[in-house]
């Protein structure tokens, strides 16, 4: 029954901004941690940006820092992750996540629910 769907995804130039979309069904995203994951070819999948179930502090990859802002719209029931400046290195596919505990740092979990990914593209 529970669900994540991510959108936004998309072609973008060097230098370009994205939002992308999580929005969850079947449970309440404000009692769980989320957490954005992407994957480029050939790369191993990383961790780039979570968010905590309770207080709303996050956390980010060096790489994310001061690009990509993590947010929470409780009434909607969807995360947000909001990437600007973004590089070709950014080529990847993003997925949202969550996990059914509760009370770690959110870089903290394990993360097996997944949604179907949206793919972002940055090149000239």
């Known amino acids: 029954q529970a669900q994540l769907a991510e959108s936004g995804g998309g072609l973008v130039q060097p230098g370009g901004s994205l939002r992308l979309s999580c929005a969850a069904s079947?449970?309440?995203?404000?009692?769980?941690?989320i957490a954005w994951f992407r994957q480029a070819p050939g790369k191993a999948r990383e961790l780039i940006a979570c968010?905590?179930?309770?207080?709303?502090?996050?956390y980010y990859v060096d790489s994310a820092k001061g690009r990509f802002t993590i947010s929470r719209d409780t009434a909607k029931n969807t995360v947000y992750l909001q990437m600007n400046n973004l590089k070709p290195e950014d080529t990847a596919v993003y997925h949202c996540?969550?996990?059914?505990?509760?009370?770690?740092?959110?870089?903290?979990?394990?993360?097996?629910?997944w949604g179907q990914g949206t793919q972002v593209t940055v090149s000239s």
């Open positions: 996540s969550t996990d059914r505990l509760k009370g770690r740092d959110c870089n903290n979990y394990d993360y097996p629910y």
């Open positions: 079947g449970f309440p995203m404000l009692h769980f941690p």
């Open positions: 968010i905590t179930d309770n207080r709303d502090t996050t």
